[in-house]
């Protein structure tokens, strides 16, 4: 059942069918927007909410009139603007739903009775026929004709047994295995064996069931000791809607990125995505992962009886880290901090049910902080102070005395600006299995044999020392070094602070280092994206995506074969698979 707040005294009991022989009936309060209503239709057929939707309330496929849509979409009015009771739903009324535009699939609802009686949860009191498969194999396309307007042998007069029951989400299996494949192109492709311990899977679900991110924001933050003594401080994202998650930020490098991306109130996402240094659960939907996770997800939910009901539904884990892309947890210990974290945040849903959160500890003003710490089988809840910023530990390159009494016996003279950015442009590391954004040091200014930029493609925090290695190796072939560096950044003057005072050069930190600026634009001007190919195809799978099957039988034939060889690549969506298949 899905929770609801319930304002006024009516409901309604709506049938809703696709195809032949297959039917939901649903209780609805009628407090419900028809964005909801669209909400429950989906969740009744196992079928996510990721496309765009209209309802026709005249009862006509795509009538201009009296029609509602998604608000996400760009047509008004929108489904989210008006609820059931203001659009006084009579006993025996039809009105039509699609969803997807490309695959169109097409539902006929009708409202089979009007209770002047409150419903807080919305439910399926009857059910008949299999749902079709939304994303189903090619062989397997559902082929009933949706234009059919079926009357199901409910009979309206007669009461309805109320006694639809919740999924059963309970026993999950010890461990699960799944393939990641981040499908970026063939270079970046590696598959990662990965087992996830029963108990992580079972406090996943309890977290999607508690819904704590309808309780508090994304900065109402809470912590948990965890068992090796560290603080974890969670953060539960999901009220605004864009995404759902929990992020365990542990220990002072973990308190540093929840002051970069809550309280630094960064414009920069690129900024705030190499900020994030946590272990997360998502949830996701089935369209965002890959097919390995969906295809042994699915199997266990089958198997379980767990449904995945709407968006975002699918656990998803994910470690994230400074210059890293973000990659599936792998390591026992991280699973086990979110273990302990997932657990402390159904202590807090259980308690926001008597106390509001304010009471339990929450400050606006990051005064406070709830800290709950395991006790007997449960927690024990406490206030702290929230926690005092560390600096971040960026690091310092290693240098060979023998080289650096080199640079000192070289002529000074000018100043130079050299700052060290970290490229938006992912790679595979050279150094080790993983996606990084590679670090580039670019120097300007005086002396000009001294201007140029410098790549790794490794990790940063590991190709430090070999960056200001290579800037040396530049200085001995100029035979000067700079007599001042100017540089901007916590990240650069961490990089130079340490060379500069052991070498003579003088030092200086600004906020802005307009010369190095230059020649990073520069520099990214002449420097095609190595990734630039597989964003332009990623661009037009996506618009292609949108399109209907008609529309897809006008395109170009100079775009046919292209397609055929995309068909196989792994980059394409099951349901653009499907719609090419009849077409190609």
């Given at each position: 059942m899905r929770a609801r707040i319930c304002a006024q005294k009516v409901s309604y009991i709506i049938s809703v069918s696709i195809g032949t022989g297959c039917y939901r009936h649903l209780r609805v309060s009628g407090n419900e927007t028809l964005h909801d209503l669209a909400d429950d239709i989906l969740w009744a057929f196992d079928f996510e909410h990721d496309h765009l939707y209209s309802f026709f309330m005249d009862d006509k496929w795509w009538s201009d009139d009296n029609?509602?849509?998604?608000?996400?979409?760009?047509?008004?009015?929108?489904?989210?603007?008006?609820?059931?009771?203001?659009?006084?739903?009579?006993?025996?009324?039809?009105?039509?739903?699609?969803?997807?535009?490309?695959?169109?699939w097409r539902f006929q609802c009708k409202v089979l009775q009007v209770l002047d009686e409150e419903t807080s949860d919305t439910e399926i009191v009857r059910c008949k026929g299999n749902a079709p498969e939304q994303y189903p194999n090619y062989d397997e396309v559902f082929a009933d004709s949706f234009d059919v307007d079926f009357e199901d042998p409910f009979d309206a007069d007669v009461e309805v047994p109320f006694n639809a029951e919740?999924?059963?989400?309970?026993?999950?299996?010890?461990?699960?295995?799944?393939?990641?494949?981040?499908?970026?192109?063939?270079?970046?492709?590696?598959?990662?064996?990965?087992?996830?311990?029963?108990?992580?899977?079972?406090?996943a679900f309890q977290f999607r069931s508690d819904k704590l991110w309808k309780q508090i924001d994304d900065n109402d933050f809470f912590a948990v000791r965890l068992s090796d003594g560290e603080i974890g401080y969670c953060s539960v994202m999901g009220s605004g809607g864009a995404c759902i998650a929990l992020g365990?930020?542990?220990?002072?490098?973990?308190?540093?990125?929840?002051?970069?991306?809550?309280?630094?109130?960064?414009?920069?996402?690129?900024?705030?995505?190499?900020?994030?240094?946590?272990?997360?659960?998502?949830?996701?939907?089935?369209?965002?992962?890959?097919?390995e996770i969906?295809?042994?997800?699915?199997?266990?939910?089958?198997?379980?009886?767990?449904?995945?009901?709407?968006?975002?539904?699918?656990?998803?884990?994910?470690?994230?880290?400074?210059?890293?892309?973000?990659?599936?947890?792998?390591?026992?210990?991280?699973?086990?901090?979110?273990?302990?974290?997932?657990?402390?945040?159904?202590?807090?849903?259980?308690?926001?049910?008597?106390?509001?959160?304010?009471?339990?500890?929450?400050?606006?003003?990051?005064?406070?902080?709830?800290?709950?710490?395991?006790?007997?089988?449960?927690?024990?809840?406490?206030?702290?102070?929230?926690?005092?910023?560390?600096?971040?530990?960026?690091?310092?390159?290693?240098?060979?005395e023998e080289r650096l009494e080199a640079v000192r016996a070289l002529p000074k003279k000018g100043t130079l600006e050299s700052h060290v950015y970290i490229l938006s442009d992912p790679l595979p590391a050279e150094a080790k299995q993983s996606i990084i954004f590679p670090p580039l040091l670019v120097t300007a200014g005086t002396p000009a044999k001294l201007k140029g930029t410098i790549r790794s493609n490794n990790c940063y925090p590991d190709s430090c020392s070999a960056l200001l290695e290579l800037l040396i190796e530049t200085m001995l072939?100029?035979?000067?070094?700079?007599?001042?560096?100017?540089?901007?950044?916590?990240?650069?003057?961490?990089?130079?602070?340490d060379f500069c005072k052991q070498c003579g050069i003088a030092f200086a930190v600004a906020e802005s280092t307009p010369k190095a600026d230059k020649e990073l634009e520069d520099y990214l001007q002449e420097t095609p994206s190595e990734n630039a190919d597989l964003f332009s195809?990623?661009?037009?799978?996506?618009?292609?995506?949108?399109?209907?099957?008609?529309?897809?039988?006008?395109?170009p034939d100079e775009l046919r074969d292209p397609l055929r060889e995309l068909m196989d690549s792994g980059m394409m969506s099951d349901s653009l698979k499907r719609k090419l298949k009849n077409i190609l």
């Open positions: 029609a509602y849509h998604s608000p996400h979409g760009e047509e008004p009015p929108y489904a989210d603007e008006i609820k059931l009771s203001h659009l006084r739903l009579e006993k025996g009324q039809k009105f039509k739903f699609i969803f997807d535009y490309g695959d169109e919740d999924d059963d989400e309970g026993s999950l299996v010890s461990q699960i295995s799944m393939s990641v494949n981040p499908e970026m192109q063939a270079a970046l492709k590696a598959a990662l064996d990965i087992e996830i311990p029963d108990e992580v899977l079972e406090a365990l930020y542990i220990g002072d490098v973990g308190m540093w990125s929840i002051d970069q991306i809550f309280r630094g109130a960064s414009d920069d996402t690129f900024a705030v995505m190499l900020a994030q240094n946590c272990v997360q659960l998502g949830l996701d939907n089935q369209s965002e992962l890959p097919d969906i295809e042994i997800v699915t199997a266990y939910a089958k198997a379980h009886g767990i449904s995945f009901r709407g968006k975002n539904s699918y656990p998803n884990f994910l470690k994230y880290q400074s210059y890293l892309m973000p990659a599936p947890v792998k390591s026992k210990a991280d699973y086990g901090y979110l273990l302990e974290a997932l657990r402390a945040a159904h202590d807090v849903s259980g308690r926001l049910r008597s106390v509001s959160k304010e009471e339990l500890g929450m400050d606006k003003q990051f005064a406070t902080i709830p800290l709950l710490t395991p006790k007997d089988g449960g927690f024990e809840l406490s206030q702290i102070p929230f926690p005092e910023i560390v600096p971040y530990p960026y690091p310092k390159p290693l240098i060979d072939d100029a035979n000067c070094c700079p007599k001042k560096i100017v540089t901007a950044g916590e990240r650069s003057a961490a990089f130079f602070s195809i990623s661009g037009l799978l996506a618009m292609l995506d949108q399109m209907s099957a008609e529309d897809l039988r006008d395109m």
